[in-house]
Nanobody, 124 residues
């Protein structure tokens, strides 16, 4: 079974930055699209960003120009750099893997393997 582990969450003040990492074990990320999703209390899990197996990126409108996703296949890691954080970014952040081709849409149904999540809290 594919295993993904998120790290880097924490408490940050509005306007601050955090870097989340998603590391795979028991499989190589090469060939997989990797997505980032988040779920706030009482809300549906929503897509944040995705990086395709070839490095193409997709962002939700709410994070565009603030978040940047990148991958390092040699380290088997995908990173989500989050800048200019807002209180509404507070959520549990999950990474997920999808073995599909083409454009990386941030669609939950495409992703079959999920990490356990890491908490991000933006508050003063």
């Amino acid at each position: 079974q594919l295993q993904l582990v998120e790290s880097g969450g924490g408490l940050v003040q509005p306007g601050g930055s955090l870097t989340l990492s998603c590391t795979a074990s028991r499989f190589t990320m090469i060939g997989y699209h990797i997505g980032w999703f988040r779920q706030a209390p009482g809300k549906e899990r929503e897509g944040v960003s995705c990086i395709s197996s070839s490095g193409g990126t997709t962002y939700a409108d709410s994070v565009k120009d603030r978040f940047t996703v990148s991958r390092d296949n040699a380290k088997n890691t995908v990173t989500l750099q989050m800048n200019s954080l807002k209180p509404e970014d507070t959520a549990i952040y999950y990474c997920a893997a999808a073995l599909i081709y083409g454009h990386c849409a941030i669609n939950k149904a495409d992703f079959g393997s999920w990490g356990q999540g890491t908490q991000v809290t933006v508050s003063s």
